[in-house]
């Protein structure tokens, strides 16, 4: 008896040194958590029309609406919120989060606050455009009125799941590359984008940045990752950056 209980132990042992070592793998590989407790310290400080929550569904009798519960590790645009970005710039990355959204809502990833992922209610989209969730928003010009003056990049598949749904976003982004002098020598890209484990962009040559941004702001070597949380509700979790070696 007293042999098993020392091999009990051990096993007991064993098990707390493998699973230290798994989250110290974690750390050690270099991904960074973008929402870690209540304070949001990795985002700006204004933050009008968001907030974090324990948990976020589509309202049942409401269903363009969220509904949230107390708590921490979900962060929520009530449809109205700020361009949210990181405080930190970063250059290449991994990207790895999880999205909400309610019936015909629209968001977007955006890299170097430029770049962006769209986020949109479209399941059930049989045509595949750059304006689907998964696709590389197009250009547009802000009018009056807005209006897209190019297709954007549209995903090899429609990836996306219905409305309510949690929904996973991979991918890997390359910024731009400048001289001496300013010039842009190399474009930014999309390396892949996976959305709910589909790959649906690979080596994506991106010219411009999409929406209004290409006309409005330079390019630039890094940027803050920014959220959109103004075209509809949206809700995020999981978000997490990994810098890449030049």
């Known amino acids: 008896m007293l042999r098993f209980r020392s091999l009990l132990a051990g096993c007991a042992w064993l098990m707390l040194v493998v699973s230290a070592g798994r989250a110290d793998d974690s750390t050690a590989k270099g991904w960074i958590e973008l929402i870690d407790g209540p304070k949001l310290d990795a985002w700006q400080s204004e933050r009008s029309g968001w907030t974090i929550v324990g948990d976020a569904k589509q309202d049942a009798k409401q269903p363009r609406r969220l509904v949230t519960q107390p708590g921490e590790g979900v962060l929520v645009s009530d449809g109205d919120g700020v361009n949210f970005h990181t405080k930190?710039?970063?250059?290449?990355?991994?990207?790895?989060?999880?999205?909400?959204?309610?019936?015909?809502?629209?968001?977007?990833?955006?890299?170097?606050?430029?770049?962006?992922?769209?986020?949109?209610?479209?399941?059930?989209?049989?045509?595949?455009?750059?304006?689907?969730?998964?696709?590389?928003?197009?250009?547009?010009?802000?009018?009056?009125?807005?209006?897209?003056?190019?297709?954007?990049?549209?995903?090899?598949?429609?990836?996306?799941?219905?409305?309510?749904?949690?929904?996973?976003?991979?991918?890997?982004?390359?910024?731009?590359?400048?001289?001496?002098?300013?010039?842009?020598?190399?474009?930014?890209?999309?390396?892949?984008?996976?959305?709910?484990?589909?790959?649906?962009?690979?080596?994506?040559?991106?010219?411009?940045?999409?929406?209004?941004?290409?006309?409005?702001?330079?390019?630039?070597?890094?940027?803050?990752?920014?959220?959109?949380?103004?075209?509809?509700?949206v809700a995020f979790r999981k978000i997490r950056v990994k810098e890449l070696a030049e």
């Open 88 to 233: 930190q710039p970063f250059k290449d990355v991994q990207l790895e989060c999880e999205f909400m959204i309610p019936e015909r809502s629209n968001a977007g990833v955006k890299l170097n606050g430029q770049y962006e992922i769209q986020i949109r209610d479209t399941a059930a989209m049989k045509e595949l455009t750059g304006d689907m969730c998964g696709g590389v928003y197009p250009r547009a010009k802000l009018g009056p009125p807005y209006a897209h003056i190019d297709e954007g990049i549209a995903p090899s598949e429609n990836a996306a799941k219905p409305a309510g749904e949690w929904q996973t976003l991979k991918l890997t982004f390359y910024s731009p590359r400048f001289d001496a002098a300013g010039k842009k020598v190399t474009n930014a890209r999309f390396e892949n984008v996976v959305l709910n484990g589909k790959q649906v962009h690979e080596r994506v040559d991106l010219k411009h940045p999409t929406g209004a941004a290409w006309n409005l702001e330079p390019e630039v070597a890094e940027g803050g990752l920014m959220l959109q949380g103004d075209h509809g509700p």
